[in-house]
């Protein structure tokens, strides 16, 4: 069953080996420009290939009752991402998991010839440690945490942060990350977005007009 599900699920060029992914994870409820922002800065600073965009059924710590659908989240992510190098994948909801561990050991499994570096804000570091399985996580892909202020701070003196601090990367050698054997992550600083999906959202879940051009937001209707 492994290839059907892979072709379908994974946005994977036919010749992917060697090629060095970033995986941001999200709620993308809604997404904003924040999220294109960080993937292309992660791109240049990490010299990634590519990111995905991996639409979670969920945040495992997050109250879902005001989250929109996994499909309508994915196609808001789709317009926009509106990058070549940007693909939007709802691979957890086809493999049937809302943890990152288990979404990190499966694209290791069925995609071993590719280089992934694992994605994420400040504010994510600074709760890592309730992740389910975060120390496996650091162990089996190279992380980029994106400063987020005012999180900078007290995500770096978290406890995931702390328990990792011997195996945090100086900034000058992010490049290589992707390349890295893990545990290995670096803080990556120079990008301050303060857009988050939590100011695009109304109270009852719903969004706020779309953080997207005006053309694009004929394509966002079907929101509740
Ligand atoms: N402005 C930003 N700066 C840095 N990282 C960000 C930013 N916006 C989102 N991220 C990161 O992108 C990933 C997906 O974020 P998510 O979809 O939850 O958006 P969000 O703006 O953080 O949402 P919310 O406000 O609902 O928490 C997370 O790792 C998050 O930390
Ligand atoms: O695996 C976990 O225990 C876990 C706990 C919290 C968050 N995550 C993942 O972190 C990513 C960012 O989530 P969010 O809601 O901050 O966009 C998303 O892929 C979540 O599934 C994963």
Not at 37 to 55: G, H, I, N, P, T
Not at 103 to 113: D, F
Not at 120 to 134: P, S
Not at 190 to 195: A, F, I, L, N, Q
């Amino acid at each position: 069953m492994a290839a059907p599900l892979l072709t379908s699920s994974l946005p994977l060029p036919l010749h992917s080996d060697g090629l060095r992914i970033g995986l941001l994870g999200g709620s993308f409820n809604p997404p904003h420009h924040g999220h294109r922002e960080l993937s292309l800065f992660a791109m240049k600073r990490l010299q990634l290939d590519q990111v995905w965009w991996l639409v979670t059924p969920g945040n495992p710590l997050k109250d879902a009752s005001a989250l929109q659908g996994q499909s309508v989240r994915a196609a808001a992510a789709r317009a926009v991402a509106r990058h070549p190098k940007i693909q939007v994948s709802c691979l957890e909801g086809v493999i049937g998991t809302r943890y990152t561990v288990d979404t990190i050991g499966y694209l290791r499994r069925h995609c071993r010839n590719v280089r992934f570096v694992w994605i994420m804000g400040a504010d994510n570091l600074a709760q890592f440690h309730r992740w389910q399985g975060f120390r496996r996580i650091a162990a089996q892909v190279p992380i980029a945490v994106i400063d987020r202020p005012p999180l900078s701070l007290r995500a770096l003196a978290a406890p995931a942060a702390q328990l990792l601090a011997r195996y945090r990367l100086p900034e000058a050698a992010a490049a290589s990350l992707a390349a890295r054997r893990p545990p290995a992550w670096v803080y990556l600083t120079g990008m301050k977005s303060p857009v988050a999906s939590t100011r695009l959202r109304n109270p009852d879940g719903s969004w706020k007009k779309p953080d997207v051009p005006e053309w694009h937001i004929e394509r966002l209707t079907p929101h509740a």
